[in-house]
C-alpha cells in the first residue's frame, strides 16, 4: 500500500457517479449535481451502511419462508405435488440427473446464501474500520454485484413454467409463496449490494493508514 | 456591577453535535420482511387442522406424505404417517385434516380406502387407478368430537348426499343377499343393501337397506319385505308361474317390497325395523297386527272344519279359521273355533263409497262396527258346508234376524262371536230330534196294554160264553142283560181291537214288524208239529229208535 494516497473527498472534490466528472461540490453536505450529466453527486452513498444492512436483513429474514415454503405445485392426474426449492433438488437428483440438481443448489440455495454471507462480511469489516484484505473484499463485492441477478433466474423459470404447464386435465403448475419470498430474497440482495459503497473500503483504510503515517 | 463589565467569564454553552436522531427510511424494509414471514408463520398456525389416528387392517396402497383423504372429491387433509399399531395387528394412518374441515371430524365419521373394486353390483373406485388410492371420508352426525378411527373394512353404500332412508329387515338367514343387492319396489330399482349383521342373540340377521327418495315414501309401517332372489317357481291349477325380478337379482340377490292396503298411511320413520319374508306370498299375508280375533263357540261337531278355512262375510272372505279345539265349560268338553278377521281384506271388499264413509268414522266406532252389526241385526256366525263332496266346512257371517239376541263382549280376549246352528247340522239335529222322540215312545207300554187288552177281552170272551151258557140255562129275561153285556164285551173288543190296530199299524213300524215275524213264526212253528204229528202217524218206531237215516 502506497502512502498518503490522495483521495479527491480528502481534497474535497467530488466524482460523478455517472460520468466519472471529477467536479467541485458546493457544499460538503449537500454536493448538488454533475454539471456535466446532471447526476446528483455525493461524496458516499448515503446511509451505506445502514441501507445495506436493512435490505440484507431482510433478504435473510425471507430466505427461510423462501426454503420452507414451496415455491410452486403441481398437480397431475396421480394427484397434487407441492415442491419447496429443496425438495426439487432432491427430485432432480434422486431421478438421476444430478447436474440439473447441482445447478438448482447451487443458483438457488447457496448464491443467496453467499451473498447473504458475503454481504454480512462487507459490511462488518467496514463499521470495524478493517484494512486487511482490502482488494479481496473489493472483488468480492464485484462478483457479488454481478452474480446477483442471475439468481432471478429461477423466479423466471417458476414463472415460465407456471405460465406454460397448463394442460388441465392431464398436468398444471401453480406458484405458491414460496417464489414470492425467493424473488424477495434476491431482490433484496441486489438493493443491499446496491447500497453499499465499497470505496468505504477504502475510506477506513485511509483512516487507518493516515494513523498508521 | 458596572455597565463595561466584563463578560469574557460567561461560559460557552457546550454545543451539541446534531445527532442524527431519524432512522434511515430504508429499515422498513427487514421490518415489513419480518411481518410478511411472521404472519404467514401465524397464518400458517392457525390453519393447521387437527391430527387424526385412524387404524387400517392393512396399509395396501395408502402412503405417507402422498395419500389424501378425500370427502365428496375435496381433498381435506392427507396421510403423514403410516406406522404399525402398539400390538403389531392393524396399521396406524396418521393424518393431518385440513383446517376447514376440522368440523367434519365428528364421533361418528367414517373412514375407508377408495381403491378400485369389482363386485357383482358394480365397479367403484376405477378413478383411482390412475390417482391411486385415496381414503374416502364421511362425516357423522353426532356433535362429539373425536380424534382416533378405525376405518371401514368396505366403503360404506350410502353417503350423506343420498337422500332417502334406511331401514332393518329381521331375516332369518341371510338367504342370496349380499352388500349391493338391489331393492325393488314394483320391480324398479329404487334402493340397496347396505349392510348385514347377525343380530346381538345370534338368531337372525339384521339386514340394513338404503331406499332412494323419493321412492322411499312408498315404505308405510305396513309395507311388506321379501325376499325377490333367484327364481320363484310355482305349480298350480293355472299352470307354471316361475317370477323373478331380475338378472341381477338372480345372481346378487334381491328385496322387494309392496304395501298391501294403498291409502295414505303415514312413511315410515328411518331405521324402522321390519321383517323379511321368504316370498311374495308369506309377505303379504296380513299379519296379527290388523287382525281381530273372535272366538266362535259352536255347538255342532266340527268335522270337515280346519284350520285356515275361510271366513265368509255374505259370501266375501274376509278372514280365516287359525284355531280349533276343545274347550271344557260348565262340565262339559265344547268345541272352541278361534277365526281372524283381517281388517285390510274386509276394507277391500268394501265400494269406494262405503271405504270413504268409513274412512271418516271413528276408532271406536269402526271396529264397533261389527259389533252393531252383531247386536242389532243379528249377524251371526254359522258353519256351512263349502263343498259336498268334501264336506269342507266353512264360517259364514250372516244376518239372522230372528236369532236370539246377543252381543260382542269386547272385554273378553279374544271376544265371542255369537253363533248360530248351521245349515246341514240343522238338518241334522232335526233327524236327530225325529228319531228321539221315537227313542221316547213307550213300547212296553203298549205291549202291556196289549196284553191287557187280551186279557180284557179274554174275561169278555168268558163272560160272553158265560152270558151264552146263561142264554142257554136260564131264561129270557136276561136275555136283554145278556145282550146288553155282550154290547158291552162287543164294544170292548171293539175298543181292545181298535188299540191293538193303533198299536200295530201305528207308527211304532217294528212292533208291526215283530208281530208279524212272530205272526210267521208261529203259522212255521205250526206247520211244523203238523209234519211231525203225521210223521210219527206213519212211523211210531222213531220214537224209540230214532229217525232213519235213509227215510228222512
Sequence with gaps: MTAAVRTGMREGFVSCEACGLLSRPVDTEEPGECPRCGAELEFRRRDAIQRAWAFAIAAAICYLPANILPVMRTTTLTGEEPDTILSGVVILYETGTWYLALILLIASVMIPLAKLASLAYLLVTVQRGSVRNNRERTRLYRILEIIGRWSMVDVFVATFVVALIQMQPLMSIAPEPGVLFFSGVVILTIFAAESFDPRLIWDSSQGKQETND | ?552
Excluded: C
Design chain 2, 1 to 552: 456591577m458596572t455597565e463595561n463589565a466584563d463578560f469574557t467569564n460567561v461560559p460557552e454553552a457546550t454545543p451539541v453535535p446534531k445527532k442524527r436522531s431519524k432512522l434511515p427510511v430504508v429499515w422498513i424494509v427487514p421490518i415489513i420482511a419480518a411481518l410478511v414471514s411472521i404472519g404467514i408463520v401465524v397464518q400458517k398456525y392457525l390453519n393447521e387442522g387437527p391430527t387424526i389416528r385412524i387404524t387400517f387392517p392393512s396399509a395396501e396402497g395408502i402412503e405417507a406424505e402422498k395419500t389424501l383423504i378425500k370427502y365428496k372429491d375435496v381433498e381435506i387433509g392427507k396421510v403423514t404417517h403410516v406406522n404399525l399399531t402398539d400390538n403389531y395387528t392393524r396399521i396406524l394412518v396418521t393424518a393431518k385434516i385440513e383446517k376447514h374441515a376440522e368440523g367434519l371430524l365428528d364421533k361418528d365419521a367414517r373412514f375407508w380406502l377408495v381403491k378400485p373394486r369389482v363386485s357383482l353390483s358394480g365397479v367403484s373406485g376405477l378413478g383411482t387407478i390412475l390417482s391411486g388410492n385415496y381414503i374416502g371420508f364421511e362425516p357423522g352426525t353426532s356433535r362429539e368430537t373425536r380424534r382416533d378411527f378405525r376405518a371401514l373394512e368396505s366403503p360404506p353404500a350410502i353417503t350423506s348426499d343420498r337422500l332417502g332412508r334406511e331401514f332393518v329387515l329381521h331375516a332369518d338367514t341371510l338367504g342370496s343377499l349380499g352388500l349391493g343387492s338391489p331393492v325393488y319396489y314394483r320391480r324398479l330399482d329404487v334402493g340397496d343393501v347396505i349392510s348385514f349383521d347377525l343380530a346381538k342373540d345370534g338368531r337372525s340377521v339384521d339386514i340394513r337397506i338404503f331406499v332412494n327418495a323419493p321412492h322411499d315414501k312408498f315404505v308405510t309401517p305396513n309395507t311388506r319385505f321379501w325376499e325377490a332372489s333367484g327364481l320363484d317357481a310355482s305349480m298350480g291349477a293355472e299352470g307354471i308361474s316361475v317370477r323373478t325380478a331380475s338378472v341381477t337379482s338372480l345372481i346378487a340377490g334381491g328385496i322387494s317390497f309392496e304395501t298391501p292396503s294403498p291409502g295414505p298411511a303415514a312413511e315410515a320413520a328411518p331405521n324402522t325395523p321390519f321383517t323379511l319374508h321368504k316370498d311374495r306370498k308369506t309377505a303379504l299375508t296380513p299379519t296379527m297386527k290388523e287382525v281381530r280375533l273372535f272366538v266362535v263357540r259352536f255347538k255342532e261337531s266340527m268335522r270337515g272344519l280346519s284350520v285356515g278355512a275361510p271366513v265368509l262375510f255374505l259370501g266375501m272372505p274376509i278372514g280365516e279359521v287359525t284355531d280349533i279345539g276343545l274347550e271344557y265349560t260348565g262340565g262339559v268338553l265344547r268345541p272352541r273355533v278361534e277365526v281372524a278377521i283381517y281388517a285390510y281384506q274386509f276394507e277391500q271388499a268394501f265400494t269406494k263409497e262405503t271405504l270413504a264413509v268409513q274412512k271418516t268414522m271413528s276408532r271406536e266406532k269402526r271396529t264397533d262396527v261389527l259389533g252393531r252389526m252383531v247386536a242389532e241385526k243379528g249377524l251371526r256366525a254359522q258353519l256351512r258346508t263349502g263343498s259336498l263332496i268334501s264336506g269342507q266346512l266353512y264360517v259364514s257371517l250372516d244376518y239372522y234376524p230372528d236369532a236370539p239376541k246377543a252381543k260382542i263382549d269386547v272385554k273378553q280376549d279374544p271376544p265371542e262371536f255369537p253363533a248360530v246352528v248351521g245349515g246341514m247340522a240343522e238338518l241334522q239335529t232335526q233327524i236327530q230330534r225325529i228319531v228321539a222322540k221315537l227313542e221316547k215312545m213307550p213300547v212296553e207300554e203298549i205291549g202291556g196294554d196289549v196284553r191287557k187288552t187280551l186279557a180284557t177281552l179274554d174275561a169278555t170272551l168268558q163272560s160272553a160264553t158265560r152270558a151264552m151258557n146263561r142264554v142257554e140255562g136260564e131264561t129270557l129275561p136276561e136275555a136283554k142283560k145278556t145282550l146288553e153285556d155282550l154290547r158291552r164285551a162287543v164294544t170292548a173288543v171293539e175298543r181292545v181291537l181298535n188299540s191293538t190296530d193303533n198299536v200295530l199299524l201305528g207308527p211304532d213300524a217294528p212292533a208291526q214288524q215283530e208281530l208279524r215275524e212272530a205272526m210267521q213264526e208261529f203259522t212255521r212253528a205250526a206247520r211244523a208239529i203238523r209234519e211231525l204229528a203225521d210223521y210219527l202217524e206213519r212211523n211210531p218206531e222213531t220214537l224209540l229208535r230214532g229217525k232213519n237215516k235213509e227215510n228222512p
